[in-house]
């Protein structure tokens, strides 16, 4: 019998008595829950939340997100370990799938759960069991993706909809639904419940922004004649016929929710006094025992990033929104929109806009949020800064990993605890970047006396330098919240020291971890290379931006549109060229967003497929030749400052000095890195270190892959 929700006390942990790991536990989180050994606690986060029968332990829940991690369209044991260790640290409710496909013609377009499948069942259960055993709720998010995706995946099967126009973002041009259609799809979402009943789920949620059900919602969309289409008693009645047959087959009590959009906030699109009706048209169906509510459309990148502000745009943009869907309604709520501090969620739940609310990035940078609040840690809880490297990798077809935390995505080889180490040590980190910072975090968590020696005033890297824009903020969190760890660790940081091999020899380390970063490369052109400056000049203010300004991008990181909009900004004409088929690949799709909308509102210029030869210098002028990888072009053009970006150089001297007096001559074993054993090379009989390189001052990558290289390799010293 489930506890009365007025009556349940929500968990305070007590005294944190043990350094042992929270994984490493006797107790598990699921036990902290209980009413008799936990008084009650006044925390808004904390308190028990009754949903239908199903009692939450507390407010906090990630929502459906598709992290890309299927085998074959199964749920397998990377997926099940991500969510399981969400479960474990005392989240809620953990929604599986961002969004999980019901139909063959939905293709798999993000590696989506196939919920078509029968197999499907045994792995979904073994998810749901898993985190049962740690107290939390699953459910899982169903969908038919409609327009949003594309033809050549899958079964290679047209993609279906409402209307023929194509969705930008993925390009499909859809056929348009007929009868049959509509009756098969509807019977796939009642098989695909009935399979997630019977995998032991707590409920389901149906998608119903920018995938098929709302492409009926929306007159911009829905060209449907007939029953289907027109009124908006017609463009709902396919959802409707959803609903019913799904509880057709699980019947009443099971529990059925819809994430859905109430304001497309686009131009002929769901108005908010449309999705207001829509949403008491749910609430009163009486089928719907949850409304998950959404603002904005997905089908273009500039729409999708509203709707998921990326760092340097609003928190919790939505957040008001949602509450009046709540207050309208009386149903209950849940949210996620950019909600990625405590305080923000705690006042969404206190103040009654929210009854659930979604922190799904920022649990991606911290699984053990909840853990941390039970255990009165707030501070110790790796922020989610925004970065959306998680969501725009998907987009790519990739994995969704964290920008700052390597181990999200990998919990079975990676450790968001780190383990204590046999034996202490003595590590010296060379440089206090992002990669450097991590290695003496690891070093420091797994009991080893840690020095880090460090060239500037201040800590961060290349951090510090991006950190200048604005709207980047926020990726100095990286860096302040690594120097607490290390603060709380008693790590030693000796600044503005230019370390030389002798200096690190003379504190006698047993390893050595050389994490000293690059510097740009400017020396990329037949001749002229002494008349450009680099990207970092301009966004550090060393050199001021010209009038007619030449951006020639050839990394397609996010330092070439930074310096491209200080220099717009200031009122220069600048054209971006690249030799790329696109411009500013790695910055990717959402991040681009804001870039494109200062930028494009500026005097600037964007040309692809053209690549910078060589300049001279004419008077006061700059002379530009431009070529192409597709034929010799010699055009000449006039500019009074050019400016590249192509990467960095590793500055690694102090590495290739140190290599004769380590004992493993710098040298790796990949074997032993990869399979999470500890090094062991023995190069050099002599050697009284192990010395290592990490991040840029190995080569040109980003700060996911520096940071990566910190916690893999040092995890098992």
């Known amino acids: 019998m489930k506890p009365d929700v007025a009556k349940t006390p929500a968990v305070v942990v007590t005294e944190h008595d043990t350094g042992v790991e929270f994984r490493d536990k006797s107790v598990e989180i699921a036990a902290m829950w209980s009413e008799e050994s936990r008084p009650m606690s006044t925390d808004p986060l904390l308190q028990p939340y009754q949903l239908k029968h199903l009692t939450l332990r507390n407010r906090i829940m990630t929502t459906s997100h598709e992290p890309a991690y299927p085998e074959d369209g199964m749920p397998k044991d990377r997926y099940r370990a991500y969510h399981v260790e969400r479960a474990r640290a005392g989240v809620a409710l953990t929604m599986t799938a961002g969004s999980a496909a019901v139909s063959r013609d939905s293709p798999p377009v993000f590696n989506n759960v196939l919920a078509y499948r029968d197999e499907v069942v045994p792995w979904m259960k073994k998810l749901t069991d898993e985190c049962h055993d740690h107290g939390c709720a699953v ?8 327009r949003r995706t594309h033809w050549n995946k899958g079964d290679w099967l047209p993609a279906v909809s409402t209307g023929h126009e194509r969705e930008r973002a993925h390009r499909a041009f859809p056929k348009k639904v007929e009868d049959w259609d509509i009756a098969r799809i509807i019977t796939d979402y009642a098989d695909a419940a009935e399979r997630m009943q019977a995998a032991g789920l707590d409920g389901i949620e149906l998608q119903a922004y920018g995938h098929l059900m709302d492409q009926f919602w929306s007159e911009r969309v829905n060209t449907l004649d007939g029953a289907y289409g027109g009124s908006l008693d017609n463009r709902l009645r396919f959802t409707f016929d959803v609903l019913d047959a799904i509880r057709g087959r699980v019947g009443p009590d099971f529990i059925v929710g819809i994430r859905y959009t109430a304001d497309e906030a686009a131009e002929g699109g769901i108005s908010v006094a449309e999705g207001l009706e829509i949403s008491r048209r749910l609430a009163g169906s009486g089928q719907v025992d949850f409304l998950n509510v959404i603002r904005g459309h997905i089908d273009t990148d500039p729409g999708l990033t509203d709707v998921i502000p990326v760092q340097g745009m609003k928190n919790a943009p939505h957040l008001d929104f949602a509450g009046t869907i709540r207050a309208e309604t009386g149903m209950p709520t849940f949210h996620a929109a950019k909600i990625p501090d405590v ?5 969404a739940v206190a103040s009654g806009l929210l009854d659930m609310v979604g922190m799904t990035r920022a649990h991606m940078a911290d699984p053990h949020i909840v853990r941390k609040i039970i255990e009165k840690r707030e501070d110790d809880i790796r922020p989610c800064v925004g970065a959306t490297y998680c969501l725009d990798r998907i987009y790519q077809a990739g994995d969704a990993l964290c920008i700052h935390n390597a181990a999200t995505g990998r919990e079975l080889s990676m450790p968001h605890d ?56 926020e ?25 030389e091999a002798a200096d690190v020899e003379a504190l006698s380390p047993d390893v050595v971890i050389v994490a000293t970063g690059g510097l740009p490369d400017t020396d990329v052109l037949k001749e002229g290379n002494d008349l450009v400056v680099s990207t970092w000049d301009i966004i550090s203010g060393d050199v001021k931006p010209g009038s007619r300004v030449l951006v020639y991008d050839d990394a397609g990181d996010h330092a070439g549109l930074q310096a491209a909009e200080i220099i717009a900004r200031s009122g220069a004409h600048v054209e971006i060229m690249t030799p790329d088929r696109s411009f500013a690949p790695d910055v990717m799709a959402m991040n681009l967003v804001p870039y494109m909308r200062t930028l494009q509102a500026l005097d600037t210029r964007f040309t692809v497929t053209y690549k910078l030869s060589s300049v001279r210098r004419e008077g006061n002028r700059l002379m530009a030749v431009i070529d192409s990888d597709y034929a010799d072009l010699g055009q000449e053009r006039e500019f009074d400052q050019i400016v590249v970006n192509h990467g960095t150089l590793p500055m690694d001297e102090i590495y290739h000095a140190l290599r004769p007096g380590s004992s493993n001559d710098g040298a790796v074993d990949q074997d032993a890195l990869i ?31 520096a940071i990566y290289d910190a916690l893999r390799l040092v995890k098992d010293l």
Request: with cysteine; hydrophobic share 45%.
């Open 675 to 705: 399979a999470g054993r500890p090094q062991a090379v023995e190069a050099n009989p002599h050697g009284t270190y192990q010395l290592f390189r990490i991040g840029d001052a190995v080569s040109a990558r980003n700060t996911h892959a």
């Open 139 to 146: 459910m899982i998010q169903l969908t038919h993706l409609g």
């Open 343 to 347: 305080a923000t969620a705690r006042h």
């Open 418 to 473: 780190i383990p204590a180490a046999e034996a202490r040590r003595k590590v010296v980190v060379v440089g206090a970047g992002p990669g450097g910072l991590e290695a003496a975090r690891v070093a420091a968590a797994r009991g080893h006396e840690v020095v880090v020696l460090e060239a500037a005033p201040d800590p961060g890297g290349q951090i510090r330098l991006t950190a200048q824009s604005p709207r980047r903020r």
């Open 475 to 499: 990726m100095m969190s990286i860096i302040d919240w690594r120097m607490s760890q290390c603060a709380a660790r008693d790590v030693e940081f000796r600044f503005n020291t230019w370390a």
